[in-house]
């Protein structure tokens, strides 16, 4: 079946500091890629996706490239902020009548000034 | 306008009580979907509704777990005589259909002692 696998964490980085939290799957057929996020006392949110194999979803300074020869959706961002502080999921969805998400296990990030 | 949200937040029940989760998806989304959380791990799907026909009970952990959609609005998720491995967050998602970005509701905390 369908699985995701983050890189253990928690990640602690200072502000301005390169993030890369790496994220392979496997999966029959051709997945769309997703990273949500969840901030302290909210829910889960989109943050990027990508649908198609070398397709870049990008957003607030985020980006992950889709890379079907590695299976892998690395999520990267060249400055955190303190704001950016944390839980990362990478996920990925079959398209067709049952969208359900596979998540792997989530990353927490901590970010400090 | 309303995102989706879920009642209650927290529960806690005693070891073979019975409980029902509330989940109010943002008006006019057609797909539903419930998910548990397991501390320090990712959201795993439990089951996905269209409207009020639920299409995909695969994920549902074992026959004491119930959901219902029953005028393709309101769902509610039940769990029978729960023990302490039901502990975990149940997520509520929602979306205009299938293939489209789910949204997630704040979740509820369940843990049973």
């Known amino acids: 079946g369908d699985s995701v696998t983050q890189m253990e964490g928690p990640v602690t980085l200072s502000e301005e500091a390169f993030l890369t939290i790496n994220c392979t799957y496997t999966?029959?057929?051709?997945?769309?890629l997703f990273w949500y996020v969840q901030y302290p006392g909210e829910g889960l949110q989109l943050l990027l996706k990508?649908?198609?194999?070398?397709d870049k979803g990008s957003n607030k300074g985020f980006e992950a490239t889709y890379r079907k020869e590695t299976t892998s959706f690395h999520l990267e961002k060249g400055s955190v902020q303190v704001s950016d502080s944390a839980v990362y999921f990478c996920a990925l969805r079959h398209t067709g009548a049952n969208s359900k998400l596979t998540f792997g296990k989530g990353i927490t990030l901590s970010v400090r000034p | 306008g309303a995102g989706v949200s879920q009642s209650p937040r927290y529960k806690v029940a005693k070891r073979g009580q019975d409980v029902a989760l509330r989940c109010d998806p943002i008006s006019g989304h057609v797909s539903l979907f419930w998910y548990q959380q397991a501390l320090g791990q990712g959201p795993e799907f439990l089951t996905y509704f269209q409207n009020e026909a639920q299409l995909d009970k695969s994920g549902l952990p074992s026959d004491r777990f119930f959901a219902e959609r029953p005028e393709g609005s309101v769902s509610t998720l039940k769990i029978q005589r729960t023990q302490q491995e039901d502990s975990a967050v149940y997520l509520c998602a929602s979306s205009t259909g299938t293939d489209y970005e789910q949204y997630f509701g704040p979740g509820t905390r369940l843990t049973v002692t």
């Open positions: 999966a029959t057929g051709y997945p769309s």
């Open positions: 990508a649908t198609k194999a070398d």
